[in-house]
């Protein structure tokens, strides 16, 4: 018996690789459009294609049927690091990016959907580039292991194993996974063309609203002005508001919708849990900015929502400069750098089911200080948690914030302050964006030294893949037979 099948793992790189060469493909019409130079794309594209074709001819031999959880956390975690390790080459072949460890940031941000850049004059950018800044969201969005199970249906890493390694789906809703895939693929389209559509109505061009729609629905947040969604008027950031909260929303729940099933839609904890958290922390800061300062209702209503659901679905569009908020705006804005989005979404971060989770198990603790003979359950959706699942679920958060504080150190020790340390791992683990002190809205990751940049960069990595992922490829049992 091996420990990992490699000509799999490789076969899988291949197809991998492949994903990226179509996806620099899809930027030649906007190459063609603006009159741009195609060097950057067709090179990037060769490079990659050649590299898939390497890779396919080295894996003919491997067989599929021996495919294991193993190979799938290692195969998973090499396809983030690698696609975006050639994800930066457009940057870099442009010139746009010369600096390898920037490009590598960049690109990095853009897949794991983070929307942190190092870029301080986003408007200059070439559109093609601009363009791919916001498509690597929207790939990383869906993610690369769910469209692996389309293109490849011939690894019959059958679905689900590959399929639950990916953040964005932990819920089994059918079983047959390709099934799964193609209706989250189809409901993702669809949320994606229509605010297309709708931002176009408003003061966006056919281009803003794509690329927009690409950050929004990915819950990315690459914009193509400097200062974001401030550039735009009211009807805009409305309607991103919108779509980011919609995004931030289970992609199970929309399976539910779509088939008519609205009982397992009203037994959803999380996302009650979710709407409430946004709708309380929301209203309080509606009425900080209110009281604090000579904005109208509605102004600090449109501000407080908008920025509070951008940190919470880890979007990271900004409409305004919270820095300049009342410190305790900017305290909740901290604290919720660490909620997440729903579980079944392209959101990150610790995510709404483990907080409910972990409530629900403090007052366990309390019910038992009462009655300390009772035996109770902590129960999710009607259903008990079988205890293992509770403590990996309690385990990770722990983990998570441990990560956190250890990232933070290491960040401060190249030379960053506390706050704009804390704040960039924390925003770079959750995959929201801009963060608070010299990384803030208006700001970028442009005059971080480049070792914490190369941290900052793992971690985005690390936090996409819900960090055990990751972990587990280190630990000593996983080299054991």
């Known amino acids: 018996m091996k420990l990992i099948n490699p000509l799999l793992i490789i076969r899988i790189l291949s197809t991998i690789l492949l994903i990226e060469t179509i996806s620099f493909i899809l930027c030649l019409p906007v190459v063609f459009i603006y009159r741009e130079s195609t060097f950057p794309f067709l090179v990037s594209g060769a490079i990659t294609l050649i590299l898939s074709a390497i890779c396919y001819l080295i894996s003919r031999g491997a067989d599929s049927d021996k495919f294991s959880n193993r190979d799938g956390f290692l195969s998973v975690t090499l396809s983030w690091v690698i696609f975006s390790i050639l994800g930066s080459l457009p940057y870099m072949i442009s010139g746009t990016i010369p600096s390898f460890i920037n490009a590598f940031f960049e690109s990095t941000s853009g897949f794991s959907t983070t929307g942190s850049s190092i870029l301080q004059n986003v408007e200059a950018l070439p559109y093609s580039i601009l363009f791919w800044r916001s498509l690597t969201h929207w790939i990383g969005g869906i993610g690369m292991i769910v469209i692996l199970i389309i293109i490849l249906p011939s690894i019959k890493a059958t679905g689900y194993q590959l399929f639950t390694l990916e953040s964005s789906m932990r819920e089994k809703i059918h079983a047959k996974t390709k099934a799964i895939v193609f209706r989250v693929l189809f409901i993702y389209l669809g949320l994606t063309l229509a605010e297309i559509l709708l931002l176009n109505l408003g003061d966006m061009n056919l281009f803003d609203s794509i690329c927009h729609s690409f950050g929004t629905v990915a819950t990315g947040g690459f914009s193509t002005k400097n200062d974001s969604l401030a550039h735009f008027g009211s009807y805009s950031q409305y309607i991103v508001m919108i779509f980011m909260l919609l995004a931030g929303t289970s992609q199970v729940i929309y399976y539910y919708i779509v088939k008519l099933n609205f009982k397992k839609v009203k037994q959803n904890e999380e996302l009650w849990f979710y709407l409430a958290v946004v709708l309380i922390a929301g209203t309080i800061a509606t009425i900080i900015l209110h009281v604090n300062s000579v904005r109208t209702l509605e102004e600090s209503f449109r501000e407080g929502f908008f920025q509070i659901i951008s940190v919470i679905t880890c979007t990271g569009f900004t409409s305004t400069d919270y820095l300049v908020w009342p410190g305790a705006a ?152």
């Open 330 to 481: 900017l305290f909740l804005i901290f604290l919720l750098m660490f909620s997440g989005a729903s579980t079944g979404s392209t959101g990150g971060g610790i995510r709404m089911a483990r907080h409910l989770i972990v409530l629900k198990n403090i007052k366990n603790i309390f019910v038992k200080l009462n009655h300390p003979k009772s035996i109770s359950f902590i129960k999710l959706n009607g259903k008990s948690l079988a205890e293992n699942t509770n403590i990996s679920i309690l385990s990770f958060v722990v983990l998570y914030l441990f990560l956190f504080v250890l990232g933070t150190i290491i960040v401060v020790i190249t030379g960053v302050d506390p706050v704009t340390a804390s704040s960039s791992v924390a925003t770079c683990m959750a995959g929201i964006g801009p963060g608070l002190g010299a990384v803030g809205p208006l700001s970028n990751f442009s005059g971080i030294p480049e070792a914490a940049k190369v941290i900052l960069s793992l971690l985005m990595i690390i936090g996409r893949l819900e960090i055990i992922t990751v972990f587990t490829i280190f630990t000593r049992v996983f080299w054991k037979l």
